[in-house]
């Protein structure tokens, strides 16, 4: 989707979004206009109906608006903390989606169904992974069962599963190609075992203990991976979301894990986790 576009910014990078698509733009230059008819008074968001689009203003200094995107012919102004009125010059950007939907981009299968093909067991001898009825299904000791595919560094990765009661796994994404524990970003699975940390949490930056699913039960876990840039500072952004519904986006500035694989956990002999679909689509 293309939309010609005019910006008015104190310069940064900002959040764009349609009914459907949501981009991110880094705005590098602005210029004075010094006649421009409407005043916008500051407020922490601002949404305005126009040609179509959805727009909204989210990324702000102290407290006041930093940033209004609107369709091409209009000129706006409004107050910055310091009341100076800028704006950025009219460009052609190409808006991206970074929320797409199976419709919107391309979703890649990574589980045929049948076999472990693109999976490889990381771990001990003691530990199993085996396909049946249409499913990846774990047991035993302590182990790892990682994608061959990739590296991967932006992304949506969207798994069916299922943890059983008392159980724990992890979905692993950004992980190494022989992972432990420790490495690569862990999204949890986990409905009612010992460690209170359960599913939706993003273990050891964000957590979450009230039980979002029952055990034995399948789910979908969505997680959206990108790394970005707000306010002048490189992070990664990574938005967890179960059974449609968004939980949170945490940003990690410090970009702990810079690209990777993905890999599901096998916890334990008492953790049995199921796993019916897997599917990645990658994002620029």
């Not at 349609?18 to 206009?33: G, H, K, P, T």
């Not at 990381?122 to 085996?130: F, P, T």
Request: overall charge negative; aromatic content about 12%.
């Amino acid at each position: 989707m293309h939309e010609s576009i005019l910006l008015i910014t104190l310069a940064g990078t900002f959040r764009f979004q349609s009914a459907d698509i949501e981009s991110i733009v880094s705005i590098r230059s602005i210029r004075l206009l010094p006649h421009l008819p409407f005043l916008i008074q500051p407020s922490l968001r601002y949404g305005l109906q126009h040609a179509g689009l959805r727009v909204a203003i989210d990324r702000c200094y102290d407290g006041h608006p930093t940033s209004l995107l609107i369709s091409p012919g209009f000129h706006i102004m409004f107050r910055t903390p310091l009341f100076f009125a800028i704006a950025a010059s009219l460009f052609t950007a190409t808006l991206t989606p970074s929320n797409a939907t199976a419709e919107d981009g391309k979703w890649v299968s990574l589980f045929d169904g049948k076999t472990l093909d693109g999976w490889k067991k990381v771990g001990k001898d003691e530990s199993h992974w085996e396909v049946k009825d249409g499913e990846m299904r774990s047991g035993g000791e302590i182990s790892m069962l990682t994608s061959t595919t990739g590296p991967y560094k932006n992304f949506r990765y969207r798994v069916e599963m299922k943890i059983n009661d008392g159980g724990n796994s992890g979905l692993y994404f950004r992980t190494t190609e022989n992972p432990g524990f420790m490495d690569g970003y862990e999204a949890q699975v986990d409905s009612t075992h010992t460690d209170p940390i359960r599913t939706g949490s993003l273990y050891g930056f964000c957590h979450v203990y009230k039980q979002l699913v029952k055990p034995d039960t399948w789910f979908t876990y969505d997680v959206e991976v990108r790394d970005d840039n707000w306010r002048g500072r490189d992070m990664t952004r990574i938005k967890i979301t179960i059974d449609g519904n968004e939980l949170y986006e945490y940003m990690d500035f410090e970009k702990t894990y810079k690209e990777g694989h993905f890999a599901f956990q096998q916890h334990d002999p008492g953790s049995h986790v199921a796993i019916r679909k897997v599917e990645v689509m990658q994002l620029p």
